[in-house]
């Protein structure tokens, strides 16, 4: 449309039927938001099942089941993620 336009041309035709492209793009991606909010819903709705071998516990509760590489060394005592926040005034 903007070439036709910029050309000198103006099809009323052309005009119409980009118009109608549009009304049918909005049409069809309102569909489309409707059916992501049921994909969700519906997933949101899927229990999360633990693995059959997963220890039942808390975090305390934990089993490593391999280890890659050496833990890091630190010259000081690190700090707990809930401690660096708290002493952020988090």
Same mark, same amino acid.
């Not at 119409?16 to 492209?21: F, I, T």
């Not at 808390?58 to 890091?72: C, I, K, N, S, T």
């Not at 630190?74 to 988090?90: K, Q, S, Y």
């Given at each position: 449309?903007?070439?036709?336009? $910029?050309g000198?041309?103006?099809?009323?035709?052309?005009?119409?039927?980009?118009?109608?492209?549009?009304?049918?793009?909005?049409?069809?991606e309102?569909?489309? $938001?409707?059916?992501?909010? $049921? $994909?969700?819903?519906?997933?949101?709705?899927? *229990?999360n099942?633990?693995?059959?071998?997963?220890?039942?516990?808390?975090?305390?509760?934990?089993?490593?089941? /391999?280890?890659?590489?050496? *833990? *890091? /060394?630190?010259?000081?005592? *690190?700090?707990?993620?809930?401690?660096?926040?708290?002493?952020?005034?988090?």
């Open positions: 449309m903007g070439a036709a336009r $910029r000198g041309g103006d099809d009323p035709e052309a005009a119409d039927e980009a118009r109608a492209l549009g009304e049918e793009l909005g049409a069809l309102s569909g489309l $938001r409707e059916l992501e909010e $049921r $994909r969700d819903a519906g997933l949101l709705a899927l *229990p099942i633990a693995e059959e071998e997963a220890p039942e516990g808390g975090e305390d509760d934990a089993v490593e089941l /391999r280890r890659v590489g050496e *833990p *890091p /060394r630190f010259a000081f005592e *690190p700090r707990d993620h809930v401690e660096i926040g708290e002493l952020l005034g988090g």
